[in-house]
């Protein structure tokens, strides 16, 4: 039996291809900074940045390597939206909090861009989506989410697809129909992460890893615990996203971290992978426990999906794994698989992000809900804001209302695995 973690990177494509990058010494002894950043994903490396730009003395803790979370396992697909629809989201927030949403979802496409720009990021970034449709009900919700998204946001470049054209984008006969969008795309996630943990280093952030952070000792001037060393600090802020249950109780209720997981194929040739994805873009269906699949920059095919609760690896993910994507596509019966993986997604009981603050000068965001490549730049960001004064965008996501899973931390697993079978039945349908 084996589990998503281990202390090292997982054994993934990503790792595999990963740009060359320093190991970064761990935090001995006692230092001081303006802010301490907990978690070295996006979220953590996009804040420090933000912060070492504007002149902060910045110190990052990273319990394992930089990208070791969700940042360096995703799928990569940086799907521009939320979780719910524009009017659910008006009956959540009301129309003004919508909008302002919305609008800092649409910058943080230009924020990734600009970023990647800025600091010469190679990350494989390419734009392209489409969101696939099994059955008619689905057809239905892919043709509302286009009329919503234009009607109520202004959004622009949506298309519906037929079956027929749908085969010709993604060449398998599952689909039905699809939703094209040009503004959302993929990338490759480690890449960028280490990218901007670079990007942050190289504006005077230091960053540590092998430092799990032990203890929060809060205050004006918060002490932050590690086994080998502390950090005092003015603000502090916690990016630990799926992992944040011990080190913050009351918040890491809020979230439940579960596995999904990831195959890479061997690389294909350019013909067949033509065939697969024709316009090379990001691809999910939209079931409730979804697949998830593109082309990576060397022409494998990665195909994510299935989920767990209890950390263990399916047995044998690569044939699991493998079956799951040969339903799809069979014409990939004789692919070898070459990486299997898997990762914690953090997700919330309304499928929103979850902002706040644990004291005035203790920020947190996470929960992503397998929405985290474009909002945990923007998080970062929104974070690097209010540690500057100026709250005003990031209190915009504080105010999304969030339920704790029911039960606690022991009844919080169980009470999911009964709605999730209750939404994978209602798949079937
Ligand atoms: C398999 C998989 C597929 C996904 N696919 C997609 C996708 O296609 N599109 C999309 O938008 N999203 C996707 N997601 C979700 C997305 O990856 C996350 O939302 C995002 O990466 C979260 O980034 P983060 O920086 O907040 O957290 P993470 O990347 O998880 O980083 C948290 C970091 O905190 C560190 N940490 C934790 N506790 C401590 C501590 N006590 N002390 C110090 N450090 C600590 C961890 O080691 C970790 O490095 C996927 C996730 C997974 C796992």
Redesign the pocket.
Known sequence: MSTIHNDHHADSYYFASANPHPMRSKLEGDVNCDVCV????????SAALHLAEQGYKVVV???????????????????IGYNKGVRDLYSIVGREDTKKLWDMNIYSKQLLIDTVNKHNIKCDLKWGHLMMAIKPRQIRELAQTKEELESEIGYEGLQMLNQEEAFERVGSHKYIGALSDPQSG?LH?LNY?LGLADAAQSAGAVIYEN????HIQQGNEPIIT?PSGTVRCKHVIM??????D??APSVGKKIMPV????VATEPLDDSLAKSLIRDDE?V?DINFVLN?WRLSADKRMLF?GRVSYSGIVPFDLKQTMGNSMRKIYPQLKDARIDYA??????ITVNRLPHFGRIAKNIYF??G?????????GL??KLMAEAVQGTAERFDVFTRIPHMSFPGGALMRKPALVLSMAYFKLRDLL
């Open positions: 907990i978690g070295a994903g996006i979220t953590g490396t803790l990273e319990g394992h390597q930089v990208g070791w979370g969700a940042s360096g396992r995703s799928g990569g697909q940086a799907i993929h996630p992460t430092s799990p952070v032990t590690t990016c630990a996203n799926a992992y944040l011990k080190l596995g999904t997981f990831i990001g999910v998830y994510g993986w898997g990762g914690n997604v953090a965001a996470h992503f809900s397998g929405h985290g490549i474009l909002l945990t998080a970062g």
